[in-house]
């Protein structure tokens, strides 16, 4: 049997790409981490039917969390193994099928449509999703070989990857889009702040800062530059020669492997990376269509007994790893916010704070070191948020009347929403949810004061187009009577009651522990 050089690099690059991801699922921060800290980031501000969609999956993997992990980097692995050891026959267009369909859910399910629905997509940032192009190398496997050497199979690739090209050139040229403002505002700029904060050596934070300060400055001139390349490519698949597609592959290679480190630093960082992001997929996917395109060359694939036990070894692994998946689907577990509140550990627990120096709703200055000897609870909310924000702040209202006197506790809410910064905004919404000193302190700023205590925090806000409210991390920092950070915990607010007393019971109980650190 002779295998296309196109689908043999398909199937070996991606293959490699499953087997990556797959070992960095046995990261121990992943079992909690992963629903809290990239599921549910991933959709904030998509429609609530994605949002509804993304919680559903987060409830089912946080009723068994280890397991849950398990099972999918069983999963992945297996499609790595088994992907590139199995190169032809009947067995690989079911395993390319089994990819396309793993990836789809993870697509759907894990990544709210890849964030295309949700403020701030970007090609910068991973737009369409990498999972999609798992989808599309599952589907071409899943072609028969003698299909590759067919006119059509070439037409349908150049013709889909422009299109994508072309959607993605206009997300990059939506004229409210933050990647055309200068400043600090701009979204690159923020997102260098977000990746270098990450565990990594100096000199990768060291580099992402300084694109981030670039992008910050030259603006207008990287965002057109990048549109450029986008639609430039496009234009190569579909009327170009064969010369001009492979500098179009080249150039499109180098700009998504420069963007893979400056901007999605590297993508494996963190302990929460789930993949190498999409850079390098919708690289490989290029290369491959334009393989497809040239005059297609064959290499005489070899069935050696090493392939065959690599090939069962993957398959076995595949079909174990999505049989636990389907049992801890039925299976009943625990409560998803009771699971990731005792899933943290020690070491992830306790760190020094930032200076928070902003304004009470009454115009007075106030630092939050003025609270030294209480136990602190920090939330930052929008005060014209009408969705999570009045939730989370009933929650922490909840709490500490739980915990009643016992501690001497002091909640502080920053307002995040630059458009609204007034102290006037933020004693409204302390009005109408019942916010009352000297249990609660409301606090605002100048839009350079909350961005350099959202930045320093690691909180994200997007504004949405919607009344002036924003899309922001729900995060929830404990302070413990030195002023040390007891727990940073990163909990969409719930509205359903089982759920939401879960929370408050936690919440409860680490402001109790917090009160008796030494």
């Given at each position: 049997m002779v295998e296309p050089r196109a689908r043999q690099v398909l199937r070996m690059g991606f293959g490699l790409f499953w087997l990556l991801a797959g070992i960095l699922q046995l990261q121990a921060a992943m079992p909690i981490g992963l629903a809290t800290g990239v599921l549910k980031p991933a959709v904030t501000g998509s429609p609530s039917w994605v949002l509804s969609l993304v919680s559903g999956v987060t409830g089912r993997w946080l009723a068994h969390p280890v397991p849950s992990a398990a099972a999918v980097a069983m999963v992945e692995i297996g499609l790595g193994v088994w992907m590139m050891a199995c190169a032809s026959g009947r067995a690989s267009q079911i395993l390319g099928g089994l990819s396309a369909f793993w990836a789809l859910a993870i697509w759907a399910g894990g990544t709210g449509f890849g964030g295309l629905l949700g403020p701030g997509s970007s090609w910068f940032f991973g737009a369409p999703g990498a999972s999609l192009y798992y989808v599309i190398a599952g589907l071409l496997l899943m072609l028969r070989i003698p299909t590759w050497d067919r006119a059509v199979l070439a037409n349908w690739l150049r013709w889909g990857m422009a299109i994508i090209l072309v959607g993605l050139a206009l997300l990059q040229a939506w004229p409210s889009s933050a990647f055309w403002q200068s400043g600090r505002a701009n979204a690159i700029h923020q997102m260098a702040g977000e990746m270098a904060s990450a565990a990594q050596p100096s000199w990768m934070a060291a580099s992402v800062r300084w694109f981030g300060d670039l992008a910050a400055r030259q603006a207008v001139v990287i965002n057109l530059l990048a549109l450029c390349i986008l639609l430039f490519v496009a234009f190569a698949l579909l009327w170009g020669s064969e010369l001009l597609r492979?500098?179009?592959?080249?150039?499109?290679?180098?700009?998504?492997?420069?963007?893979?480190?400056?901007?999605?630093?590297?993508?494996?960082?963190?302990?929460?990376?789930?993949?190498?992001?999409?850079?390098?997929?919708?690289?490989?996917?290029?290369?491959?269509?334009?393989?497809?395109?040239?005059?297609?060359?064959?290499?005489?694939?070899?069935?050696?007994?090493?392939?065959?036990?690599?090939?069962?070894?993957?398959?076995?692994?595949?079909?174990?790893?999505?049989?636990?998946?389907?049992?801890?689907?039925?299976?009943?577990?625990?409560?998803?916010?009771?699971?990731?509140?005792?899933?943290?550990?020690?070491?992830?627990?306790?760190?020094?704070?930032?200076?928070?120096?902003?304004?009470?709703?009454?115009?007075?200055?106030?630092?939050?070191?003025?609270?030294?000897?209480?136990?602190?609870?920090?939330?930052?909310?929008?005060?014209?948020?009408?969705?999570?924000?009045?939730?989370?702040?009933?929650?922490?209202?909840?709490?500490?009347?739980?915990?009643?006197?016992?501690?001497?506790?002091?909640?502080?809410?920053?307002?995040?929403?630059?458009?609204?910064?007034?102290?006037?905004?933020?004693?409204?919404?302390?009005?109408?949810?019942?916010?009352?000193?000297?249990?609660?302190?409301?606090?605002?700023?100048?839009?350079?004061?909350?961005?350099?205590?959202?930045?320093?925090?690691?909180?994200?806000?997007?504004?949405?187009?919607?009344?002036?409210?924003?899309?922001?991390?729900?995060?929830?920092?404990?302070?413990?009577?030195?002023?040390?950070?007891?727990?940073?915990?990163?909990?969409?607010?719930?509205?359903?009651?089982?759920?939401?007393?879960?929370?408050?019971?936690?919440?409860?109980?680490?402001?109790?522990?917090?009160?008796?650190?030494?």
């Open positions: 492979r500098i179009a592959a080249l150039i499109y290679s180098l700009v998504a492997i420069t963007l893979w480190f400056l901007v999605q630093d590297l993508g494996v960082f963190g302990g929460l990376s789930t993949d190498l992001n999409a850079m390098l997929p919708s690289a490989l996917l290029l290369i491959v269509t334009v393989l497809v395109l040239e005059e297609h060359q064959a290499v005489r694939s070899s069935r050696h007994w090493i392939h065959a036990a690599l090939s069962i070894l993957g398959c076995s692994a595949v079909s174990l790893g999505l049989a636990i998946v389907l049992v801890l689907a039925v299976l009943p577990g625990t409560n998803p916010e009771l699971a990731f509140a005792s899933g943290i550990t020690e070491a992830g627990r306790y760190g020094s704070l930032a200076p928070i120096n902003l304004t009470t709703t009454s115009g007075k200055a106030f630092s939050l070191s003025d609270l030294r000897g209480k136990v602190v609870v920090l939330i930052f909310v929008d005060p014209v948020c009408t969705s999570d924000c009045p939730l989370l702040a009933q929650e922490v209202k909840a709490a500490l009347k739980s915990v009643g006197k016992r501690r001497s506790v002091v909640a502080v809410a920053v307002n995040l929403n630059p458009a609204y910064r007034g102290a006037e905004a933020m004693a409204a919404f302390g009005r109408q949810e019942g916010l009352r000193a000297p249990n609660w302190q409301l606090l605002s700023g100048s839009s350079r004061e909350i961005e350099d205590v959202s930045s320093s925090l690691r909180v994200l806000a997007q504004p949405l187009n919607n009344g002036g409210m924003l899309a922001h991390s729900d995060v929830i920092y404990v302070l413990d009577p030195r002023g040390r950070i007891s727990i940073a915990w990163d909990a969409t607010p719930s509205d359903d009651a089982r759920t939401r007393g879960s929370l408050v019971s936690a919440l409860s109980t680490e402001i109790l522990k917090s009160g008796e650190r030494p």
